[in-house]
């Protein structure tokens, strides 16, 4: 019924920058809060950043003064703007939706994931 999907990831430099995208697909009344997760090789999952419906965002220290998160609801996707990538950002990023289904119905979808490497 409704999907997100996850792209823009890949091999980057250190200092290099890469921008994410998610978008929504399928029957859904309107989208809620979105954010950006983040899965590195034997850690757990963290949160990267968050934005509301309203456009207030949430930011992991981490990543402060270097990733933006923003949307644009016209098209059903969030971004990740990425900048100034560290090889500690290497990881598998996932986009997360809160969705309403229909009036009544609220429910919580994840991405595939993509897979961002940072090194030389």
């Known amino acids: 019924q409704v999907q997100l999907v996850e792209s823009g990831g890949g091999l980057v430099q250190p200092g290099g920058s890469l921008r994410l995208s998610c978008a929504a697909s399928g029957s859904f009344s309107s989208i809620n809060a979105m954010g950006w997760y983040r899965q590195a090789p034997g850690k757990q999952r963290e949160l990267v950043a968050e934005i509301t419906s309203g456009g207030s965002t949430n930011y992991a220290d981490s990543v402060k003064g270097r990733f933006t998160v923003s949307r644009d609801n016209a098209k059903n996707t969030v971004y990740l703007q990425m900048n100034t990538l560290k090889p500690e950002d290497t990881a598998v990023y996932y986009c997360?939706?809160?969705?309403?289904?229909?009036?009544?119905?609220?429910?919580?979808?994840w991405g595939q994931g993509t897979q961002v490497t940072v090194s030389d």
């Open positions: 997360n939706g809160n969705i309403w289904v229909n009036s009544w119905t609220f429910r919580v979808y």
